[in-house]
């Protein structure tokens, strides 16, 4: 999936309620067989059918025009018949057939999996917090303002989303 990612651009939804949800039936059905029991393997399934629908029905090639909304729902329909006939991996093959060939980024078959340095990564921690002084300073100005919300916020360590 992400060496067939990197080449194809995402299509914008519909502004219609109606078609939207014409158009993503499909994979509200896959996320929902997914969420029923993480457990089990019908739920790897609905997850895979929900990532292989969203880029069939969503993803187009560089340099198509936009997909029209009769678009759209027609490759929602293909998708769901492709499933129900057991035909969805030729309709992949077919989607992703020539994406190795367009110019890009290095595909992951080219990449030597020894020779990268996944060590090398940083791992991802809570940021640090300001040496004690500064953040008593900052809270008893703000406190002295009467922000006390925002003083007391400058009392705890950022959350690691905001960084």
């Known amino acids: 999936m992400r060496r067939v990612s990197r080449r194809l651009h995402c299509q914008e939804l519909p502004t219609s309620k109606r078609q939207q949800s014409e158009i993503l039936a499909p994979l509200i059905f896959a996320d929902h067989a997914a969420g029923t029991d993480p457990t089990c393997e019908r739920a790897g399934c609905g997850l895979w059918l929900e990532v292989i629908g969203g880029s069939y029905i969503f993803f187009r090639r560089p340099g198509v025009d936009c997909y029209t909304t009769g678009q759209l729902r027609r490759r929602a329909a293909a998708f769901v018949e492709a499933v129900s ?8 093959a077919a989607h992703v057939h020539g994406l190795a060939d367009l110019p890009g980024t290095v595909l992951d078959d080219d990449v030597d999996e020894d020779t990268v340095d996944y060590d090398g990564v940083q791992p991802a921690g809570p940021p640090a917090m300001p040496d004690l002084q500064t953040v008593a300073r900052k809270s008893a100005f703000l406190a002295h303002k009467g922000e ?3 003083a007391f916020r400058a009392n705890t ?7």
Do not use: E, F, I, K
Not at 85 to 92: E, K, P, S, V, Y
Not at 157 to 163: C, F, K, Q, T, Y
């Open 85 to 92: 006939d057991g035909t969805l991996a030729a309709l992949w």
């Open 148 to 150: 006390w919300r925002q």
């Open 157 to 163: 360590p950022p959350s690691p989303a905001a960084v």
